[in-house]
């Protein structure tokens, strides 16, 4: 029996993936796994059971990966998965920020004794006026699962689309219409761009990405939209630029305390991701990544580990995690030099410091030999599997 440990409410569609081997709960001990959203990781004292933390979204910023790896935790998150559901609101965001209709509605409200209002509202009109979204430039800063969707939807809407992503896939490179221009960087992005909109992860090298120094190779009246994390910017720098009337306007999933209030600024309870469907496909896809790695060892969409995955071509798999470094796999493969069992499969991946061995064996592994393996310089953790 495996135990899944719960942070944040999880769909149901999700938990219902899990077969009786499993035991799925909030208030479990020494799990197995984590299932989470946005919940803060950071200070989880990590059970000496725990093997992996699925992320049911996409941001994983809220947990601490290089202690993850270094423990040989596999981290997981739920690519794509998520990806429509932010498109939809950020196209709410962009239409909220080029049509006053935020403060049209708060007015209407406002007006419930107002015999008239069918009258004043034609006169109040010319407040809440605005400008469409066809002939403006969008600059997309991100172009991973979201930030080519809100791009190639802007393309629909009849807008001039920048995108700028060091590190696209090529994937997503072939999903992007070609009509989308490509930013060799921020500068030329934000150079044309009447909105800006972020859909990068927030880690060390992209905290502050808007700052002063970048809101100044803006137009002036910018308006730009944050979907993505709070981190991104710069909140006094964007304050100071809402003020001067440099930046007009901030749509924001992350609002922090400073901003909210603020007359030119929209913001939204991180609502992103928060539609049925995505919260299904998200906790679906991240129950099934725990499943297929606690049962069988494979590791699909994992953020910190190799992914390896392969269905099980012998009755045992040994899978071990280690340093990437040379002679590890001899080393490993010598611990079954006077077995039995013969190695009828074996996959090696490596990730930048990492590396996952998974060997399928004919006969069952003996103790002798998985604690060679464990005694080994640079094992991290050494599981088996049975088929
Ligand atoms: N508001 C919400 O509810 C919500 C929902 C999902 C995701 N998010 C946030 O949006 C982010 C993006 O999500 P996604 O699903 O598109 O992720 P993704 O991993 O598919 O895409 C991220 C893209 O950012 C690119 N990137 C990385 N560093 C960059 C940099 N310095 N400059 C430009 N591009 C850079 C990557 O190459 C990648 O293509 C997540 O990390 C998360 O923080 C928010
Ligand atoms: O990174 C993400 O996937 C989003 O921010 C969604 O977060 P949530 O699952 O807490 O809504």
């Keep these: 029996m495996y135990t899944i440990k719960l942070y944040n409410n999880i769909a149901q569609k999700g938990l219902d993936q899990f077969t009786e081997a499993f035991e799925v709960g909030e208030h479990l001990g020494d799990e197995d796994a984590i299932v989470v959203r946005s919940?803060?990781?950071?200070?989880?004292?990590?059970?000496?059971?725990?093997?992996?933390i699925a992320r049911a979204g996409a941001g994983v910023n809220n947990i601490d990966l290089p202690a993850c790896s270094e423990r040989g935790i596999v981290v997981f998150n739920t690519p794509g998965a998520n990806a429509n559901a932010v498109k939809e609101l950020v196209f709410a965001g962009l239409l909220l920020a080029s049509r006053d209709i935020y403060h049209g509605i708060e007015w209407c409200k406002t007006q419930t004794d107002n015999?008239?209002?069918?009258?004043?509202?034609?006169?109040?009109?010319?407040?809440?006026?605005?400008?469409?979204?066809?002939?403006?430039?969008?600059?997309?800063?991100?172009?991973?699962?979201?930030?080519?969707?809100?791009?190639?939807?802007?393309?629909?809407?009849?807008?001039?689309?920048?995108?700028?992503?060091?590190?696209?896939?090529?994937?997503?490179?072939?999903?992007?219409?070609?009509?989308?221009?490509?930013?060799?960087?921020?500068?030329?992005?934000?150079?044309?761009?009447?909105?800006?909109?972020?859909?990068?992860?927030?880690?060390?090298?992209?905290?502050?990405?808007?700052d002063r120094e970048a809101i100044s190779q803006m137009k002036d009246g910018v308006k730009i939209l944050n979907f993505a994390r709070g981190g991104l910017v710069n909140d006094d720098d964007l304050l100071e630029a809402l003020d001067s009337g440099k930046v007009a306007l901030y749509v924001t999933d992350f609002p922090s305390a400073k901003l909210a209030a603020?007359?030119?600024?929209?913001?939204?309870?991180?609502?992103?991701?928060?539609?049925?469907?995505?919260?299904?496909?998200?906790?679906?896809?991240?129950?099934?990544?725990?499943?297929?790695?606690?049962?069988?060892?494979?590791?699909?969409?994992?953020?910190?580990?190799?992914?390896?995955?392969?269905?099980?071509?012998?009755?045992?798999?040994?899978?071990?995690f280690h340093v990437n470094k040379p002679k590890m796999i001899s080393r490993i493969t010598d611990a079954f030099a006077q077995e039995d069992a013969n190695i009828e499969n074996l996959i090696n991946k490596s990730?930048?410091?990492?590396?996952?061995?998974?060997?399928?064996?004919?006969?069952?592994?003996?103790?002798?030999?998985?604690?060679?393996?464990?005694?080994?310089?640079?094992?991290?953790?050494?599981?088996?599997?049975?088929?």
């Excluded at 399928?360 to 088929?387: F, H, M, W």
């Design 39 to 52: 919940a803060n990781l950071h200070d989880l004292e990590y059970g000496k059971n725990l093997k992996a």
């Design 115 to 210: 015999p008239n209002l069918g009258k004043d509202v034609e006169k109040q009109k010319k407040k809440y006026a605005g400008n469409e979204l066809t002939g403006k430039t969008l600059g997309v800063i991100g172009l991973g699962a979201i930030g080519i969707e809100v791009a190639n939807l802007a393309m629909r809407f009849g807008m001039n689309v920048k995108g700028y992503d060091p590190y696209i896939s090529v994937d997503n490179a072939w999903k992007m219409s070609k009509w989308i221009e490509h930013a060799k960087d921020l500068k030329e992005l934000y150079k044309d761009a009447d909105f800006v909109t972020l859909h990068l992860p927030l880690m060390d090298s992209t905290k502050n990405t808007i």
């Design 262 to 320: 603020h007359d030119k600024v929209i913001p939204i309870p991180h609502l992103g991701a928060s539609t049925e469907e995505s919260e299904e496909n998200c906790a679906v896809k991240a129950a099934q990544e725990v499943m297929d790695y606690l049962q069988y060892g494979n590791i699909t969409n994992s953020v910190n580990m190799p992914n390896v995955s392969a269905s099980m071509s012998t009755p045992y798999r040994v899978a071990v």
């Design 351 to 387: 990730r930048d410091q990492i590396a996952y061995t998974m060997l399928d064996l004919d006969a069952q592994p003996s103790t002798d030999a998985l604690d060679k393996i464990r005694g080994l310089d640079g094992v991290i953790r050494v599981e088996v599997y049975e088929a």
